[in-house]
């Protein structure tokens, strides 16, 4: 009878341990998930339609992948007439590419921390070189607020 006690006790214990470590795990790659790392945030006043703005400049390095996220703090630019077109530069002015995201079709989010990422694109970089953001807002839609213009550096 002692023995069955101690086996029953032993797998309860196996089963708790099993169920907090796969917690753990889960939690792990759930937080890792959300979080974007490696970033660049510049400030973008989408607000101010049909004027063109530029960021300040910055470093990208060689062989890396960038993705290009408005930051917003609401979903309220969903299905409105409002186009944000921005362009990487370098800084001699040639245009690496030209990203344009209308806002009135098919748009999809990420919500992290209350914050909402809108893709914009994505671009690969060969070469490092110093580079800028030049962007326009068209639209009908004024849109009441401004937000950040997020550059996640991964590498390739």
Same mark, same amino acid.
């Given at each position: 009878m002692q023995m069955?006690?101690?086996?029953?006790r032993k797998f309860i214990f196996i089963?708790?341990?099993?169920?907090?470590?796969?917690i753990?795990? #889960?939690?792990?790659?759930? %937080?890792? /998930? @959300?979080?974007?790392?490696?970033?660049i945030d510049l400030p973008i006043w989408i607000s101010l339609l049909n004027n063109e703005y530029k960021t300040s400049y910055f470093n990208?390095?060689?062989n890396t992948k960038i993705n290009f996220y408005l930051e917003l703090p609401n979903r309220e630019i969903?299905?409105?007439?409002?186009?944000l077109t921005l362009s990487l530069k370098k800084e001699t002015g040639q245009i690496l590419t030209?990203?344009?995201?209308? #806002?009135?079709?098919?748009? %999809?989010? /990420? @919500?992290?921390d209350k914050r909402y990422l809108y893709k914009l694109g994505t671009y690969i970089v060969k070469k490092q070189d110093r580079s800028y953001i030049q962007y326009i807002?068209?639209?009908?839609?004024?849109?009441p607020y401004n937000g950040t213009l997020i550059i996640e550096i991964q590498n390739t």
């Amino acid at each position: 009878m002692q023995m069955k006690i101690n086996n029953k006790r032993k797998f309860i214990f196996i089963i708790i341990t099993a169920l907090i470590i796969s917690i753990l795990f #889960f939690i792990t790659i759930f %937080s890792n /998930k @959300n979080n974007i790392k490696n970033k660049i945030d510049l400030p973008i006043w989408i607000s101010l339609l049909n004027n063109e703005y530029k960021t300040s400049y910055f470093n990208i390095p060689a062989n890396t992948k960038i993705n290009f996220y408005l930051e917003l703090p609401n979903r309220e630019i969903e299905g409105k007439d409002l186009a944000l077109t921005l362009s990487l530069k370098k800084e001699t002015g040639q245009i690496l590419t030209t990203l344009t995201k209308d #806002f009135n079709f098919n748009v %999809s989010t /990420k @919500n992290i921390d209350k914050r909402y990422l809108y893709k914009l694109g994505t671009y690969i970089v060969k070469k490092q070189d110093r580079s800028y953001i030049q962007y326009i807002s068209k639209g009908t839609w004024e849109i009441p607020y401004n937000g950040t213009l997020i550059i996640e550096i991964q590498n390739t």
